[in-house]
């Protein structure tokens, strides 16, 4: 199976930046886009950002266009979520999700097949 595994998350204080990096292991046999999504406590997980297996189509929730850019380097099996000027709002657990054998896949959380286990981001006001 594939392993997914989350990191970077923390605390800043609220227009401050953070660099989510996500890592994949196992193998697969088959490439695999790769998204972003995020739950606040007491909330529904909701999608905020999905990257092709190539990296060169990107899609973004509304609430993070313009703040948020999803990459991606295949050599080292790695998605990053880079986050700038970030906002209490965007206070919440995030996970990374793999599609395996898709070229690129949506925000819509039945596309992805394994979850890694979540890294907290915490933004202060």
């Known amino acids: 199976q594939v392993q997914l595994v989350e990191s970077g998350g923390g605390l800043v204080q609220a227009g401050g930046s953070l660099r989510l990096s996500c890592a994949a292991s196992g193998r697969t046999f088959s490439s695999y886009a790769m998204g972003w999504f995020r739950q606040a406590p007491g909330k529904e997980r909701e999608f905020v950002a999905a990257?092709?297996?190539?990296?060169?189509?990107?899609y973004y929730a509304d609430s993070v266009k313009g703040r948020f850019t999803i990459s991606r380097d295949n050599a080292k099996n790695t998605v990053y979520l880079q986050m700038n000027s970030l906002k209490p709002e965007d206070t919440a657990v995030y996970y990374c999700a793999a599609a395996l054998g898709l070229g690129y896949a949506g925000g819509g959380a039945y596309e992805y097949d394994y979850w890694g286990q979540g890294t907290q981001v915490t933004v202060s006001s």
């Open positions: 990257i092709s297996w190539s990296g060169g189509s990107t």
